[in-house]
């Protein structure tokens, strides 16, 4: 059973690919897995943060990345939000708009 994925807007997936190569490298691995495994994927991968809200963990040596995205239907993955941490928590800033972006796709 393969998922797919897709992006809440080109600007999310022009973000991503304008990451260092080493975070970029260790997104594309890890979003094959997600593909592959869907809502299996945990831990160091995934993590789920409630709600239907889920993050890729991507790092390397130039810094880590975070991708929030959610389940929507027919197998499909929609990429919500991402950026590169800059300390070790993530801002509640990164956080409302990822949520905020998953409320719009739920109430169309």
Known sequence: MSYSIEY??????AEIE????GVLADYARI????????PNLRMP???????GLFELRPRGSEGI?????????????LILHAFIKKTQYTPERELRIARKRMKEVRNG
């Open 45 to 51: 991968h995934s993590r789920a943060l409630g709600d």
């Open 31 to 38: 979003v094959e897995l997600l593909m592959e495994f869907g």
């Open 18 to 21: 304008g990451w260092p190569d």
């Open 65 to 77: 990345g975070r991708i929030f995205y959610c389940f929507i239907l027919n197998q499909r993955i």
């Open 8 to 13: 809440f807007h080109s600007r999310v997936k």
